[in-house]
């Protein structure tokens, strides 16, 4: 009950995600996680990154201004953190799946919403990510084997939703 989507491109799997959450909830589903809304700003700038979480009315950014010339990574860990902490106690209700932005750095490194990954899973809540291609092993690593490579169609992961959470599906 581990799903997860690869695609190229910068913000691919984010629109994937994004849409495929908007399709649950117009059906009903009940939501817990976060999906990545990229706001750009200036052609001079990166983007903005905002986490909505599902479920609740507000976004949270997760990307910190460094400056033109910065080249470090630009993830406030402060937002990140406040998400989790969100989607962490979403999952006492229950929901009927877990959509999360993406497997990443901080996942990998022990951080960011790795113990939600866990704490779902030992609840039966089934659970969707993204994962870009380096950081793939170290999620397969993770997932020992329990995480599945999911076609990102629209149709394949509605598909996909449906057979994880019949039980629950509105």
């Given at each position: 009950?581990?799903g ?107 951080r960011?919403f ?57």
């Open positions: 009950m581990l997860f989507i690869t695609l190229e491109g910068r913000g691919a799997s984010d629109r994937v995600l994004v849409d495929l959450a908007q399709e649950l909830i117009a059906r009903g589903v009940d939501l817990a996680g976060v999906v990545q809304i990229n706001r750009e700003t200036r052609p001079d700038r990166l983007c903005d990154m905002d986490l909505q979480v599902l479920g609740h009315d507000h976004h949270v950014r997760i990307s910190q201004n460094l400056g033109p010339h910065a080249r470090g990574c630009r993830l406030d860990p402060v937002g990140l953190e406040t998400a989790v902490g969100l989607v962490d106690s979403d999952l006492d209700r229950q929901p009927a799946l877990l959509i999360l932005n993406k497997f990443g750095k901080s996942e990998l490194e022990g960011g790795r113990n939600v990954i866990g704490k779902a899973l030992s609840v039966d809540v089934p659970v969707l990510t993204a994962v870009n291609k380096s950081n793939l092993a170290g999620f397969l690593r993770f997932s020992e084997g329990m995480a599945e490579a999911l076609d990102p169609s629209p149709n394949a992961l509605l598909e996909w939703c449906a057979s994880v959470t019949q039980r629950r599906f509105a």
